[in-house]
Each structure stands twice: as structure tokens, then as C-alpha cells.
């Protein structure tokens, strides 16, 4: 365990943090504190007063400018952003969704402070592989290839916009991750259309 914030320093301690959004759990080890029940307290009087929100039962960030990805990463863990959110964001796809898509180990639509997070389903096996898992300001995110794969891996048939601007070499090193032998046709057959 950390060495215990003195008083007056639990709330700093939060907000020199580069994360935005935080778990009870999380907190009570950057405070060094094992008493779920006093961690619990503590961030509620804060939110009460306005030094921090609550965004979630059991999670709470720093503002209102709090990262919605990192919360959507963070109610169901391990987790991270992936499908639509991915390939809306890189070109493979087009039209636009309001929702934030996450592999996770459950399917749940949920609604965590107005916005809508789309948990997809993913095998142990597959959500646990790192490959093709980029890391950036505290939030887990697929690739486009990764994205592309995951979205295939869950959906018998999907249209992509943009498959040129995938690199189809880390696709074929990313598919044995899946160990599904309808994936890997399906993408052969994506990628023998775009050869032609």
C-alpha cells in the first residue's frame, strides 16, 4: 500500500493524476487507503460540494471535460474502444455513431452520464490478446486492423467504406489471435474483392 495522504491532500492527489476518470478502487490505492467504506465517504462529500463529479456508481472524475472514452474503458474492466468507434474515427467507416463501442467481457447497452456505451461481447482469449491494443492519455484502443478484425469477428456480414487504407500484413498477423476459421475466410474473401 501507498503511504497515506495527509488531510487536505486526498483531493490533490486526484487532480495532479493525468487520469480524468476514477474508480473507488482505484482510489483507495492512490490513497493508500483499505477502508472501502472511508474512500467511499470522502468521494461523495467531494462530489457533493462540486470538487469532483460522479459520473457512475462507483466512479467519479476530476471535471465535467473528463475523458468519455477513459469512462467508457472504465465501468466494465478489462475493456477497451474498438469496432465503430475505431473505424468511424480512422475512415473504414463513414456514418457516424453517437454510441462509444467497447470489447468487454459482457454485452450490455448502458448509459453512463448521457452517454450511450455499447459493450460487445469478446471471448476471454481474444479480449486478454494485447496485440494490436494501443495505449494512449490512460485509454485502451484497438487499431483500425484490430477494430476492422473485432467488428468482423462478432458480425456474420458488415460493410466497410475504406478497406484500402488498411495494412492487410498486420491484418494476417492479428487473425490467428481470434482462432476462428469463418474469420479468417471472411477475411480472405474481403481481401481478394479489393485485389480486383
Not at 503511504?3 to 476514477?22: D, M
Not at 466494465?76 to 474502444?81: F, G, H, W
Not at 490478446?129 to 469477428?153: Q, S
Request: no cysteine; glycine share 4%.
Amino acid at each position: 500500500m501507498k503511504k497515506k495522504p495527509i488531510k487536505g491532500e486526498f483531493l490533490e492527489v486526484l487532480l495532479r493524476s493525468p487520469q480524468t476518470i476514477f474508480s473507488t478502487k482505484e482510489v483507495a490505492l492512490l490513497w493508500g487507503e483499505s477502508n472501502a467504506t472511508v474512500v467511499s465517504r470522502r468521494l461523495n462529500s467531494y462530489a457533493q460540494v462540486g470538487k469532483l463529479v460522479r459520473v457512475r456508481r462507483a466512479l467519479y472524475a476530476k471535471d465535467r471535460n473528463y475523458n468519455q472514452w477513459e469512462l467508457a474503458t472504465r465501468i466494465y474492466t478489462p475493456a477497451y474502444i474498438s469496432f465503430e468507434t475505431v473505424l468511424a474515427a480512422e475512415g473504414i467507416v463513414f456514418q457516424f455513431y453517437g454510441n462509444i463501442f467497447v470489447a468487454s467481457y459482457l454485452e450490455r447497452e448502458i448509459n453512463a452520464d448521457g452517454q450511450k456505451i455499447s459493450l460487445v461481447r469478446m471471448k476471454d482469449y481474444v479480449l486478454s490478446n494485447i496485440a494490436g491494443i494501443i495505449h494512449k492519455d490512460g485509454v485502451a484502443i484497438a487499431t483500425k486492423e484490430r477494430a476492422f478484425l473485432d467488428r468482423l469477428y462478432v458480425s456474420k456480414k458488415y460493410h466497410f467504406d475504406n478497406l484500402p487504407s488498411l495494412d492487410w500484413n498486420k491484418i494476417f498477423e492479428l487473425l490467428p489471435i481470434y482462432r476462428n476459421k469463418r474469420l479468417e475466410k471472411k477475411v480472405r474473401e474481403y481481401y481478394q474483392q479489393l485485389e480486383k
